[in-house]
């Protein structure tokens, strides 16, 4: 009867997480409209992308992508940047904030430009105020 349960379980996970995440990024970990959080090869490599559509993305915030929030306005990133070209090594001593505002223009080099950062905490801060932007509701403890 165990197994019965689980096997009804797995299947559900996996058309959640397909749905979640479009289907095409096996390694999608939060999806927004076009914008996705991923990590190709590794966790460290965690990066706010533009899904461009037949399995291909460009990134917007590289690596390490540690903590992700949004509304309606904007997406806010919390990100250690990497050491190496690989990002399989990334320095948690530095925090950079970034802010995204969002676009629905097809066009990468567009929405490129709505990316602002990278901030420190104290300005972010204030910027928080500024624009009322959105908690940090995913973050990955891992990485953090």
């Not at 990066?47 to 929030?69: C, E, N, Q």
């Not at 567009?110 to 959105?134: C, I, W």
């Not at 908690?135 to 891992?142: C, G, L, M, R, S």
């Amino acid at each position: 009867m165990a197994r019965a349960s689980i096997g009804g379980i797995i299947p559900a996970l996996a058309l959640l997480f397909l749905t979640a995440c479009s289907g095409l990024w096996l390694d999608c970990y939060w999806r927004s409209e076009k914008y996705v959080l991923l990590a190709v090869d590794a966790k460290s490599q965690m990066s706010l992308s533009l899904d461009m559509g037949g399995g291909s993305a460009l990134g917007l915030v590289g690596p390490t992508v540690f903590a992700i929030g949004s509304d309606a306005k904007y997406i806010v990133v919390k990100q250690h940047p990497a050491r190496n070209s690989f990002a399989t090594e990334f320095d948690r001593s530095v925090t950079d904030y970034y802010i995204v505002e969002r676009s629905q223009s097809p066009d990468f080099q567009a929405r490129q430009k709505l990316v602002s950062g990278h901030f420190s905490e104290a300005q972010y801060a204030d910027l928080t105020k500024k624009l009322s932007l959105p908690p940090f509701t995913k973050t990955f403890a891992d990485l953090e």
